[in-house]
């Protein structure tokens, strides 16, 4: 069985550019999660998907980040314009039900 | 609300020392608890969980136990290996009265295990 997969595992951009993470979900995984990491800080929920519907994004910093999960999938994470605080460690996480979640490897993200 | 308080790293040890990395929590209700394991080039894995007072959550030979009198869920290995060389997440989720379980983590704790 595979497990959570994200894409890009890197991405560096400019200040200003647009960048879309994009996460594939355990398969018949129902509930989605995106967290992040700043540099050497905890590990912050930005939101969570049931299927295709947003349950929590009460995480999500500020109107530059837009995530969509179209079908119930696979899950994207944009970002634009993209800030030089944007940088951090992007993870996804799914789980079938309650709150035992399968991680992915995360996409390391710089802006410079 | 809810947060998660691990202690500083680096954690530096030689093998076969005992291990304890302490994790204290802030949280209503009955939250649910955690620790998490991230190997170098690798995802997060769930190293172990607890759900109620006084359970005891065991992997791999780590141990952690839900102390709910001092909020506390500190993990415990009794012989470290270099192979244990990762950084440990504490974390929570808190369902409320809400649908989500989504995870509060502390700030993570990097141990180095020395041949």
């Known amino acids: 069985e595979a497990g959570v997969t994200q894409f890009p595992s890197h991405s560096v951009i400019e200040k200003g550019q647009t960048v879309t993470l994009r996460c594939d979900p355990i398969?018949?995984?129902?509930?989605l999660y995106w967290y992040r990491r700043v540099m050497g800080k905890e590990i912050k929920f930005l939101l969570h998907f049931v299927k295709e519907s947003k349950q929590d994004e009460s995480g999500m910093p500020n109107n530059r980040f837009l995530a969509e999960r179209t079908g119930g999938t696979y899950s994207t994470l944009k970002v634009q314009p993209a800030e030089l605080e944007d940088s951090g460690v992007y993870f996804c996480?799914?789980?079938?039900?309650?709150?035992?979640?399968?991680f992915g490897q995360g996409t390391r993200l710089t802006v410079v | 609300g809810d947060s998660v308080t691990q202690m500083e790293g680096p954690v530096t040890l030689s093998e076969e020392a005992f291990l304890t990395i302490n994790c204290t929590y802030t949280a209503t209700g009955y939250p649910s608890l955690f620790w998490y394991v991230q190997y170098p080039g690798e995802g997060l894995q769930l190293l172990l969980k607890?759900?109620?007072?006084?359970d005891k959550g065991s992997n791999k030979g780590f141990e952690a136990t839900y102390r709910k009198e001092t909020t506390s869920f500190h993990l415990e290995k009794g012989s470290v290996q270099v192979s244990d060389s990762a950084v440990y997440f504490c974390a929570l989720t808190n369902r409320g009265g809400g649908a989500t379980n989504k995870l509060i983590f502390g700030t993570g704790t990097l141990l180095a295990v020395q041949p």
């Open positions: 607890a759900t109620k007072a006084d």
């Open positions: 996480a799914s789980s079938q039900r309650g709150p035992d979640a399968f």
């Open positions: 398969s018949g995984h129902d509930n």
